[in-house]
């Protein structure tokens, strides 16, 4: 079964204004592109990515950096999307082969747990036969919307469906 598959039918979501952060600014650049879908039946978050030339760690293959940001990123918007708005306390990022650049990724986000304060999240990468190179855990803690209001991090037509 191709990966992408799992995306398949999916609508690319539309972050709106929200669109400044370090992975998901949909920049053009040759580092990152990255676009969302969402499984409402199951939860999950996906993210079909593409890492350009100025994403390289080792020789022609993904900075480990860049790898563990997308992960994280997507365990947090998996959160947000499941009405849990979070900041990361804890990541860890299993790598287990070199991912090389200038292929297609998709990575699956979804929370694996939560309690009142906390979320419990799970992702792996995967390329388009399914062979995962990395995988991540976060723990994120829930915050109140008017901290990230008093941030200044977020326009409300992001977090009206909060």
Known sequence: MNAFSKIKGLTKLDLGKYQSSFVSANRKDNRIDLSYYFNAETKHLFAKIFFGKFAQGPPNHVHGGAISAVLDESMGVASWINKFPVMTAKLTTEFLRPVPLGIDILVEAWVEKSTVKKVIGKSILTD???????????????????????????????IRHL
Request: hydrophobic share 50%.
């Open 128 to 158: 388009s036969a399914g062979i995962i190179y990395a995988k991540a855990n976060g723990l994120f803690i829930i915050l109140e919307l008017e901290k990230f209001k008093e941030m200044g991090a977020l326009p409300d037509e992001y």
